[in-house]
């Protein structure tokens, strides 16, 4: 089983729709859950960061984190087209090391 | 936000030859950086975590010396992919830590032909 799980998509919703990205992980050891958006041939981009368990709300952007069930989800309201990108979950413990997920591939279509 | 840069952000060499790839930060002292492989339509792996002052840490599977890692200071961190085949060809992304976030430089296309 690996440490982090995300359904690789790909997720194809019409401009406007709400869109949920899920992960779900393995090693309760991990505090710092976070979500980076990756276009295509660049590098990823820090969207949302989240310590420990609770939601966290950024413009469009919500990021919701269930410890006791090893559960992540970012949410995206009115989604755009620039939205359209890879989205990487990602976590780690109080060490250095950083677990991703594969990565969900959103295309939001006018 | 804090920047990362990552310098070349494409590149194509021959078999056999080697490539360096920087990683600075440049608004912050990093004391750690990361090194990442990505194969198309994968997620990133962590091939090495590079420290400044001493050795770099390799993930298993990782051999050390195809790919040399220098962090010479605290804002500059190398990746030396030597003797480069063809199936090293990936896209290269760095990254540095600013307290507890993570910030990713643009990333490296190396094709090996």
């Known amino acids: 089983q690996k440490e982090v799980e995300q359904d690789p998509g790909p997720l194809s919703v019409p401009e406007g729709a709400i869109v949920s990205l899920n992960c779900t992980y393995s090693?309760?050891?991990?505090?710092?859950f976070m979500w980076y958006r990756q276009y295509s041939r660049k590098g990823p981009e820090l969207l949302m960061y989240?310590?420990?368990?609770g939601n966290k709300e950024d413009g469009r952007f919500t990021a919701q984190v269930d410890k006791s069930s090893k559960y992540i989800s970012l949410f995206i309201r009115d989604s755009q087209p620039s939205d359209s990108a890879t989205y990487l979950c990602?976590?780690?413990?109080?060490?250095?090391?950083?677990?991703f997920g594969a990565g969900t591939r959103l295309t939001v279509k006018p | 936000g804090a920047v990362v840069s990552q310098h070349p952000s494409w590149v194509i060499c021959k078999s056999g030859t080697s490539v360096k790839i920087e990683c600075r930060s440049l608004?912050?002292?990093?004391?750690?950086m990361f090194w990442y492989r990505q194969f198309p339509k994968q997620s990133l792996m962590l091939m090495a975590t590079?420290?400044?002052?001493?050795?770099?840490?390799?993930e298993q599977g990782v051999e050390k010396d195809k790919f040399l890692i220098n962090h010479a200071s605290l804002t500059l961190s190398t990746l030396t992919v030597t003797s480069a085949h063809p199936e090293d060809s990936s896209f290269y992304i760095c990254?540095?830590?600013?307290?507890?976030?993570?910030?990713f430089g643009q990333g490296t296309r190396l094709t090996v032909v």
């Open positions: 989240t310590y420990s368990s």
């Open positions: 990602a976590m780690r413990g109080g060490n250095n090391d950083m677990r």
């Open positions: 990254s540095a830590r600013r307290e507890t976030e993570a910030f």
């Open positions: 608004d912050f002292q990093a004391t750690t």
């Open positions: 090693n309760s050891a991990f505090q710092y």
């Open positions: 590079s420290n400044e002052g001493s050795k770099a840490t390799y």
